[in-house]
């Protein structure tokens, strides 16, 4: 059974700084195509990072561009989701996604954890 888990989520301020992390079990994310999305309420969900195979280029929105940075580690089955520069807008629930890269669609979801900025 696949089980990705997000972690590091919390209140901060506007300016500061969160390091998220998505771990997962039962599945390998070494060579997935893994995303970082967000949810806010009353909005549709959005993606902020995606980070597609082993040594390709990450991709981020706008939204996310010079702000957030996507790694990953693969001794610890890790996926890393790096927020600086943080603004309220930014406050969501951030869940990770993964998929094996000929997948049409994300097959594996995280249940999210809370990012909250305040002004």
């Known amino acids: 059974q696949v089980h990705l888990q997000e972690s590091g989520g919390g209140s901060v301020q506007a300016g500061g700084s969160l390091k998220l992390s998505c771990g997962a079990s039962g599945y390998s994310l070494s060579r997935a195509c893994v995303a970082w999305f967000r949810q806010i309420p009353g909005k549709d969900r959005e993606e902020v990072a995606r980070?597609?195979?082993?040594?390709?280029?990450?991709f981020y929105p706008s939204l996310a561009k010079g702000r957030f940075i996507i790694s990953r580690d693969r001794s610890t089955n890790t996926v890393f989701l790096q927020m600086n520069k943080l603004k309220p807008d930014d406050t969501a629930v951030y869940l990770c996604a993964a998929r094996d890269c000929d997948s049409p669609s994300y097959m594996f979801w995280g249940q999210g954890t809370q990012v909250t900025v305040s002004s």
């Open positions: 980070i597609y195979t082993p040594d390709g280029a990450p």
